[in-house]
Nanobody, 121 residues
Framework: VQLQASGGGQVQAGGSLRLSCAASGRIFSSHVMGWFRQAPEKEREFVAL????????YYTDSLKGRFTIFKDSAKNTVYLQMDSLKPEDTAVYYC???????????????WGQGTQVTVSS
């Protein structure tokens, strides 16, 4: 499985970005697709996930209401809509395929290359 993340860029605070993650290879209904982010000198943190089959979603509490994860199964693509962006959202964003419903990076077996999001004040 290969994951190609795109859509990052530079935006002013309050703006929006939509990240995409296109997967080549099979994503089964039992898998989840997740987004993580890593800011400089910080650990990678969980952002959101979606179960591929049923579409259940889960978000880290601090981002609920601003970020939305959704998928297009026909395109094998998962998206992260980010609204009301803040400077503290600046990070490299990674998509990943998870083998279980989890916010822990070790439960994800394939990772995309990351896309930089920079939010200026």
């Amino acid at each position: 499985v290969q994951l190609q993340a795109s859509g990052g860029g530079q935006v002013q605070a309050g703006g929006s970005l939509r990240l995409s993650c296109a997967a080549s290879g099979r994503i089964f209904s039992s898998h989840v697709m997740g987004w993580f982010r890593q800011a400089p000198e910080k650990e990678r943190e969980f952002v959101a996930l979606i179960r591929w089959g049923r579409g259940n979603t889960y978000y880290t509490d601090s981002l609920k209401g601003r970020f939305t994860i959704f998928k297009d199964s026909a395109k094998n693509t998962v998206y992260l809509q980010m609204d009301s962006l803040k400077p503290e959202d600046t990070a490299v964003y990674y998509c990943a395929r998870g083998i279980q419903y989890s916010s822990t990076p070790k439960d994800y077996d394939f990772w995309g290359q990351g896309t930089q999001v920079t939010v200026s004040s």
